[in-house]
């Protein structure tokens, strides 16, 4: 059981939009930044979003982060084939004496 | 261009030990924090553990406290996971990831190495 609760899949089809989100509590996403990562099959993760709504140098700004409260949102536009990845949040949790970071158990996105 | 290296892994039987290593270029290593993070087969990311540039903060999932000791050499531009009393659950690709902040705290990660394979079985 993973920390931050994300859906385990989404679709939809290409060119239209579709958004992930992430939920969690005051303990972690309520206080703290955000980061978005999309894992290719058979890849290692990549950052994609990070402090909430930050796009690291190369990252197309097709894909947009939100956060609102204890709960964060990613958005991809103009969906293509090639972004058929899991996607997860992660930040950090201070709930217990020593913080740690957390992710969410993952989204499948497929693109129909 | 940062490179993040791992090796290390393998098979091991239950209660032994594995030493992880991540050797680390194209960035001033000693600026950053570390972490380790893993993935058992078919499942989702999960942190392990993470240090300070320093070396002066450390943070370990309740999943490893006790088994597991997280280290680095700045002189060697190196991060390591020393891995003790082994269970089949510690099962997964361990991938070594830079943070973008001198603190464990930020916890963004912005560079990922492909990941070392540790399988505990008999």
């Known amino acids: 059981q993973s920390v931050l609760t994300q859906p385990p899949s989404v679709s939809a089809a290409p060119g239209q939009k579709v958004t992930i989100s992430c939920s969690g509590s005051?303990?972690?996403?309520?206080?703290?930044?955000v980061s978005w990562y999309q894992q290719l099959p058979g890849t290692a993760p990549k950052l994609l979003i990070y402090?909430?709504?930050k796009r690291p140098s190369g990252i197309p700004d097709r894909f947009s982060g939100s956060k609102s409260g204890t709960s964060a949102t990613l958005g991809i536009t103009g969906l293509q084939t090639g972004d058929e990845a899991d996607y997860y949040c992660g930040t950090w949790d201070s709930s217990l004496s020593a913080g740690r970071v957390v992710f969410g158990g993952g989204t499948k996105l497929t693109v129909l | 261009e940062v490179q993040l290296v791992e090796s290390g892994g393998g098979l091991v039987q239950p209660g032994r030990s594995l030493r992880l290593s991540c050797a680390a270029s194209g960035f001033t290593f000693d600026d950053y924090a570390m972490h380790w993070v893993r993935q058992a087969p078919g499942k989702g990311l999960e942190w392990v553990s993470g240090?300070?540039?320093?070396?002066?903060?450390?943070g370990y999932a309740d999943s490893v406290k006790g088994r597991f000791t997280i280290s680095r050499d700045n002189a060697k531009n190196s991060l390591y996971l020393q891995m003790n009393s082994l269970r089949a659950e510690d099962t997964a690709l361990y991938y070594c990831?830079?943070?973008?902040?001198?603190?464990?705290?930020?916890?963004?990660?912005?560079?990922w190495g492909q990941g070392t394979l540790v399988t505990v079985s008999s």
């Open positions: 240090i300070s540039w320093n070396s002066g903060s450390i």
């Open positions: 402090d909430n709504n």
């Open positions: 990831a830079k943070d973008t902040s001198y603190s464990i705290v930020g916890a963004t990660l912005d560079y």
């Open positions: 005051s303990s972690n996403i309520g206080n703290n930044y």
